[in-house]
């Protein structure tokens, strides 16, 4: 995270599951070089607690803590002083877990890959359940309680981030941190930092989890050759692309198959009619597949690899849900807004290119997105700019002109797989579902209401 931040110095903490022996690490960045202060080792892990807990709550799969996150606004921390008897603190910042909750501490854990995905077998002990009552079954109905018991966990979490960076900065000072590790995309509490915490400036790079790893070996290694300190990483537009060649090719090989489906296909190669006839097709409701440029790096859709609609639709999630998502009604959608528009919009203020924070949105705002704002009245947002990504910009400005908006609701172009990278998964998974547009580049591929009998 620091190699690639705009900060000359600043406080680096990295917060993961595990890495090679160690879960947690921190210390101080400076010019090409990063003193590591303390590291925290198996088998003691905020990662592991987040992730059992997880468990707990019954959702198994890997990587389900996410749902945890969004699940918490709905409870209240009424299991809080039980999360302490799990994890402890120290004043110095570091952390433990209580091993009798934990089976990881002292037999194993398995961990295998299913059907191309990873699998991790039971983290919690008996104990946990003796300490929270029952768990809960993958498709058992979600009680309150469960509610509540997620908003501990996040609860707990955040105290702990907080003892460490607080920490940090009685030793470091400085204003400025750069966050790294699985638990990075945790957007709630980065979100949080300048409220609980002295550091008035966050870094949380794109690919926050294992993959962004890669950029800090390679940097290192770069820095030691005598290599000089790189441009900062502000946009997270470093995948696979295409070109306009390749949209036309596949649209044509498909002519026959995206008739059939109802579909009308035409070309824009004005850049303004373009954003302008999407902006308005958002704005009467549709649904928008919109596809450019090169691919985001990282987990999060940015707005080349996004599935758009309207923020100020109440029904919008549902419609979504219903004709692409199909995923829990508690998790919300994220807008991606103006950056010069955040602090009109969000009690806070700061860039977030890479939709890694979550923010209070103004109380009088509420009733003007509800499709972006969650239960607490937060919304995970993403600041767009005109000269990280210029197309989609100017799209989000046609759709502020027409509404007085100057955001657009935004997820990621899936539906239950990973993020297309490729035109013609784009084209796949739009013939698949239910969306209403499909923008590849300049094409706009349109589906027709189906003729009325009669």
């Not at 925290?40 to 892990?45: D, G, I, L, T």
């Not at 190669?269 to 440029?293: H, M, N, P, R, Y």
């Not at 002109?401 to 609701?409: D, E, N, S, Y």
Request: charged content about 25%; hydrophobic content about 40%.
């Amino acid at each position: 995270a620091f190699h690639v931040s705009p900060f000359d110095e600043a406080v680096v903490v990295s917060v993961d599951g595990f890495g090679d022996f160690a879960s947690a690490a921190w210390g101080f960045g400076s010019g090409t070089k990063i003193e590591v202060d303390e590291r925290v080792y198996f088998p003691h892990s905020l990662g592991i607690f987040y992730q059992a807990l997880t468990q707990y709550l019954g959702f198994p799969n890997y990587g389900d803590e996410y749902k945890v996150m969004g699940l918490a606004p709905y409870g209240k921390p009424e299991f809080l002083g039980a999360m302490r008897k799990i994890v402890n603190l120290e004043s110095n910042g570091e952390f433990s877990l209580s091993p009798q909750y934990f089976r990881h501490i002292k037999e194993k854990v398995e961990y295998e890959w299913e059907n191309g995905s990873p699998s991790v077998g039971q983290l919690f002990t008996p104990a946990l359940e003796s300490l929270l009552g029952p768990a809960r079954k993958k498709d058992d109905p979600l009680e309150q309680k469960h509610k509540d018991i997620a908003r501990s966990v996040q609860a707990m979490y955040e105290e702990a981030f907080f003892n460490l960076l607080n920490a940090l900065h009685k030793k470091h000072g400085g204003d400025a941190v750069c966050v790294a590790g699985g638990c990075g995309m945790n957007s709630v509490a980065n979100g949080k930092i300048t409220l609980n915490t002295p550091f008035k400036r966050v870094y949380v790079q794109s690919a926050a989890g294992d993959a962004g790893g890669a950029i800090g070996a390679a940097y290192s290694v770069h820095h030691s050759l005598g290599g000089t300190r790189a441009e900062p990483m502000l946009h997270a537009y470093l995948g696979p692309g295409c070109d306009a060649a390749e949209i036309d090719a596949l649209l044509t090989a498909r002519k026959s198959e995206i008739a059939e489906a109802g579909c009308t296909v035409a070309r824009i190669d004005d850049e303004g009619a373009l954003c302008a006839q999407t902006a308005t097709a958002i704005s009467e409701g549709k649904v928008v597949g919109w596809f450019q440029g090169r691919m985001e790096w990282g987990p999060r859709a940015l707005g080349n690899r996004s599935i758009l609609g309207d923020p100020r639709r109440a029904d919008m999630k549902d419609i979504l849900n219903l004709k692409i998502k199909r995923r829990e009604s508690f998790r919300p959608f994220a807008p991606s807004v103006l950056r010069e528009a955040v602090p009109e919009w969000f009690e806070l203020d700061g860039d977030v290119p890479f939709m890694m924070q979550v923010y209070p949105i103004r109380a009088e705002k509420h009733a003007a997105i509800p499709a972006v704002t969650h239960v607490d009245g937060s919304g995970r947002l993403q600041t767009v700019d005109a000269a990280t990504n210029p197309r989609y910009y100017r799209l989000i400005s046609e759709f502020k002109a027409l509404t007085g908006v100057p955001m657009v609701l935004n997820t990621s172009f899936n539906e239950n797989e990973p993020v297309v990278c490729k035109p013609v998964e784009a084209l796949d998974c739009f013939l698949r579902t239910k969306m209403d547009l499909l923008v590849l580049g300049d094409f706009i591929v349109v589906r027709n209401p189906p003729a009325r009998p009669g």
